[in-house]
């Protein structure tokens, strides 16, 4: 095949970039076909032709000289035209006494029995109601309101509420034939008011399979309340058992952390896994409750959870767990209802009812004087912090003159938290339907701070510990107010407070519990100072105004302080920065002996040891201190002391005993490796810089020791510890020139090793280039050719610079050569393209390696190769294995240019297998400039009419592209078929795989060329069978 004539046209318009290339070729004796290729430029061009068959020059030319002036006449130009500007388990019961199940009517007593001696009224009352029958049980909630039946259930709870141990021989009976409710009860007032007879009961209730889940729970409880200490232990461990293996022998083996662990796996993963929370709590061991308690108070409101909660705060209700009822109570106020009506859900009236019973039981509690009303409020008030507040909100009611404005105050949705502490006040009034409180005053308004507000008072003040309690653990305002304001009034019991818990007051952060303190702490403290320990905690404290009667104490005691250097040291590490400031105005106003301030140094480095985690300003206070009671010339203390606190948790610390390294005289007392590691490999990039200025302060000797670790930093993570290094570097090789070169070694091998961090390369990169180029310029040949061939961008930017550098000196040859010309940098191709440009008799003799250049996936690289592959070789140059291992590339820009060169190179000789190599490319542009060889070296010929047999299936069955080259290859097949027996054979079994596709073109002509065929030789089968037309004659 010969190129005749082409021309290039383009078009530009707009965003309109656009090629069209028209070829003229001959392709055999008298015979042209017309091609062309279109597309956006700098794309990769679709084939098309304008001749499916070769017709004559004159045909050719005519169609050719169409198409070109119909591109013209839409606007095309042709290629350099100046318009276009652009180039081409349970408790034992002691008797078991079976009993009988079912039935809804308790068996009441045949009479009450005498109310013991010293009952009162209502204790009598409920003994008589216990007996008598429901309609003659009565109850009266006011005078004005009609007295109604009683429930017996009611009268039982009760009872038990009450605890009247009489009326137990009256309860036990009811238990036979009780209801699941009466059962529940009897069950709970059994439990508070019971004696071994109710356990035998009790054990009985709990052991039937038939008693109902929530009274088998209730009796649980009941029998733990009845039973001595070695049977609920027996009982627990029982229990233990049914727990899940994991929960098991962790609880056993009582590994709290471990417990914690296993039960937040199990909790996340099976179904239903909340319900194991009773079981856990029924153990409730010192190695289960920390878990349990985390749970409680984070464990999600859904489906199962809030059941297992809903069960735990019974039972914690009923044992009066004041910590887990509180907690429960708590999330039941904060959480918001989920609007879902089932039992397991946490609707908007279920919320509503448990929030009303919160306060309830604690009032009921109240009420009757239980002795543990204390430490259940004192749980509820715990559970909530400062961080409950809500934003406050100011309402209005009524119009004109009876317009009130009514005042939401932080804590006002939380009904029980309020009922407890401002269920006497004046001030706030509940709203009933809301469950929340408001005021008619701004709280600025209620001035009479003294006046006691909460409920039941008399009860706080017959267990002033519960306050106490209350102002030692909680983190929330309105409880220290009242608290404090309730403990003022018991001022026997305030005498009787020894120090620790007045420091304890004076080191809260409320003010009226602080003030608390203060007034106590100022009534015991003498003209000595003495107590010492309240003056210490009022200068350590919170509380502005304790802080500022400590330092008059300590003014009064200056001389003194100076001599009580522990004191003066506890005061140094004052959680306060003022009183920290106070102590280094004393010190900067005295002079201290040094064996005084070796004495103080060694107090403060013994208490900045005990610092923990969250005292980083307190540490840095004591940093300073220590250097500045050190003074300028002291001697720092010795290396163990150093390394304490180089292994210290804070920094600060860190940093000062750093800072007391380089104190040191370096050339005696030189730095061991592990404190210089520590220091250098430090997440603190002060700490690194101690290190860097350590190792700068080296003497020679030891500073060349470290050549590998100057190495190692010169690629460190950190780029504080980068830039340092760069100074240091410059250092090693002014006075070791191989230790630089050994280095260099050390950073090339790092960086062809590709594993390190973002940003290292770079910077390895511009020391290479920079305070280590001298050593770099100078590495071996095999590193430049490491690091082109390196995948690391950095790694192949260097070896560029080498090359620049020492390309003369280095030895390159075609297949190095190809692979630069391809190469990530720019730099280093544009060398290559040099060096093939000086080399083209090398490259012509090794042209076959030299044309994988067009292969590269660089454009400009291709580009390159097109130009120097069409000017510097002559089509003699290029053999049928190189024009074919181009036109078979994957590209089609590749592909085209194959096409171009087999145009201009083909030799006749090489026609017949240059057929079959193009024959075997999938790509439809090669099949179809395939077809230009077919008449010229198939015809004619069985054995290549055989060989090509594949290639006709390729072409033949290809859908919806391929068309030119289609038509061509049935042409062929029609004419071979006709001509030759044997060609016709596989001509055939070809068209009859075409003639059974769906698309009606192609089995048409399939059909047409078969019968063609088949006309021809008739020795040929025919796959088809003709049938005559039917022809009916019409009534």
Request: proline share 6%; charged share 25%.
């Amino acid at each position: 095949m010969k190129l005749i004539e082409q021309v290039t046209l383009l078009f530009q318009e707009g965003k309109s970039d656009k090629v069209y290339e028209v070829d003229l070729l001959e392709v055999g004796a008298g015979q042209y076909v017309v091609n062309f290729r279109y597309g956006r430029r700098g794309t990769a061009l679709k084939d098309g032709t304008k001749t499916p068959a070769p017709v004559s020059m004159a045909e050719a030319r005519k169609a050719y000289d169409k198409l070109v002036q119909s591109k013209l006449d839409t606007g095309y130009v042709r290629a350099g035209h100046p318009s276009t500007g652009l180039p081409p388990p349970a408790p034992r019961p002691a008797a078991p006494t079976p009993v009988a199940a079912g039935g809804s009517a308790a068996a009441a007593a045949p009479g009450a029995p005498a109310a013991p001696p010293g009952a009162s009224a209502r204790e009598r009352i409920l003994l008589q109601q216990l007996t008598q029958e429901a309609s003659t049980r009565r109850w009266f909630r006011s005078t004005e309101v009609r007295a109604t039946a009683r429930p017996l259930e009611r009268v039982i709870w009760r009872v038990g509420e009450l605890r009247i141990r009489a009326a137990e021989p009256i309860l036990l009976p009811m238990l036979e034939r009780a209801t699941p409710l009466r059962a529940y009860c009897l069950a709970a007032a059994l439990g508070r008011l019971g004696s071994a007879q109710s356990v035998a009961a009790l054990g009985r209730l709990y052991g039937d399979a038939g008693t109902p889940d929530m009274v088998r729970r209730i009796a649980t409880e009941a029998l733990l309340q009845l039973s001595d200490e070695a049977t609920r232990r027996e009982f627990r461990q029982d229990l233990m058992g049914k727990l899940p293996p994991v929960l098991r022998d962790a609880a056993q083996a009582g590994n709290a952390e471990l417990f914690g662990q296993e039960l937040d796996k199990h909790l996340s993963s099976g179904k239903d896994p909340y319900a194991v929370l009773e079981t856990v709590y029924l153990v409730d061991s010192e190695a289960v409750r920390p878990a349990l308690l985390r749970v409680l108070r984070t464990a999600p409101f859904q489906r199962g959870a809030v059941k297992a909660l809903r069960h735990v705060f019974k039972m914690a209700e009923y044992r009066r767990d004041g910590e887990v009822f509180g907690i429960i109570a708590w999330r039941y106020e904060k959480e918001r209802s989920t609007n879902r009506s089932s039992r397991d859900g946490f609707a908007k009236s279920t919320r509503l009812f448990l929030r009303r019973r919160i306060w309830r039981t604690l009032r009921r509690m109240g009420q009757i004087e239980d002795s543990e009303f204390v430490k259940m409020a004192v749980g509820v008030l715990l559970a909530f912090t400062d961080a409950d507040a809500v934003p406050e909100l100011t309402t209005s009611t009524g119009y004109g003159a009876r317009r009130e404005q009514h005042f939401w105050g932080p804590f006002a949705p939380y009904w029980a938290f309020n009922h407890l502490l401002y269920g006497n006040s004046r001030y706030l009034e509940p709203v009933d339907h809301k469950l929340a409180f408001y005021s008619k005053w701004k709280p600025s308004s209620q001035q009479d701070v003294r006046t006691r507000e909460e409920s039941f008072p008399a009860l706080w003040d017959r267990t002033p510990q519960g306050l106490m309690h209350l102002l030692d653990e909680s983190r929330c305002a309105p409880v220290h107010t009242f608290a404090a304001r309730a403990l003022r009034s018991l001022p026997a019991f305030l005498a009787q407070l020894d120090e620790d818990a007045v420091a304890m007051l004076l080191e809260k952060p409320y003010a009226p519990t602080a003030q608390l303190g203060l007034d106590l702490a100022v009534e015991r403290v003498n003209a000595r100072g003495e107590p010492r320990a309240l003056v210490l905690a009022a200068a350590r404290s919170p509380y502005a105004p304790a802080r500022q009667q400590a330092f008059r104490w300590l003014d009064a005691l200056r001389e003194v302080l100076l001599k009580d250097l522990g004191f003066l040291a506890a005061l140094a590490i004052s959680p306060q920065t003022e009183t920290r400031q106070y102590v280094a105005n004393i010190l900067r106003g005295s002079v201290l002996p040094d064996d005084v301030a070796e004495a103080f140094i060694r107090h403060l480095l013994q208490a900045a040891r005990k610092l923990g985690p969250n005292d980083g300003p307190l540490a840095a206070d004591v940093k300073q201190l220590v250097l500045a009671a050190l003074g300028p010339l002291g001697r720092p203390p010795g290396t163990e002391v150093l390394i304490e606190l180089l292994g210290h948790p804070l920094v600060e610390i860190q940093e000062l005993g750093g800072e007391l390294l380089l104190r040191r005289d370096l050339r005696t007392e030189p730095v061991p490796p592990e404190v210089l590691g520590h220091l250098l490999q430090s997440a603190s990039a002060s700490l690194r810089t101690l290190g860097l200025r350590l190792l700068g302060k080296m003497p020679d000797e030891a500073f060349r020791a470290n050549e590998a670790v100057l190495g190692r930093l010169a690629s460190s993570p950190h780029p504080d510890v980068r830039q340092g290094i760069r100074p240091l570097l410059g250092r090693l090789i002014a006075l070791d020139a191989q230790a630089g070169a050994r280095v260099v070694e050390l950073l090339v091998a790092a960086l062809l090793r590709r594993r390190l961090p973002e940003g290292v390369p770079e910077h390895v990169a511009s020391l290479l280039s920079g305070e280590l180029a001298a050593a770099f310029h100078t590495v071996p040949a095999e590193t430049v050719w490491r690091l082109l061939d390196s995948e690391d961008g950095t790694a192949q930017t260097l070896g560029g610079e080498l090359l620049e550098k020492r390309g003369d000196a280095l030895t390159v040859d075609v297949p190095r050569a190809v692979k630069l010309a391809g190469h990530d940098v720019l730099k280093v191709r544009e060398w290559a393209w040099r060096w093939l440009e000086g080399h083209v008799a090398d490259v012509r003799a090794d042209l076959a390696t030299a044309v994988r250049l067009l292969d590269t996936r660089w454009d400009d690289a291709r580009a390159f190769a097109f130009r120097y592959f069409r000017d510097r070789f002559a089509p003699e140059d290029y053999t049928l294995e190189v024009l074919v291992s181009v036109a078979d590339s994957v590209r089609p820009d590749v592909q085209t240019f194959g096409r171009e060169m087999l145009a201009r190179s083909f030799r006749e000789s090489d026609g017949p297998e240059l057929l079959l190599r193009l024959s075997e490319h999938p790509t439809p542009a090669v099949q179809l400039f395939a077809t230009h060889y077919l008449d010229r070296f198939a015809g004619g010929s069985v054995a290549m009419v055989e060989k090509l047999v594949p290639y006709f299936h390729r072409v033949l069955n290809q859908v919806n592209k391929g068309r030119a080259a289609r038509s061509r290859v049935l042409e062929f097949l029609r004419k071979e078929g006709r001509r030759d027996e044997v060609s016709g054979r596989h001509a055939m079994d070809v068209l009859h795989r075409l003639s059974a596709t769906i698309a009606i073109e192609n089995r048409a002509a399939a059909l047409e060329a078969m019968l063609a065929i088949g006309k021809a030789q008739p020795a040929v089968p025919l796959p088809v069978r003709l049938k005559p037309v039917e022809v009916r004659r019409g009534v």
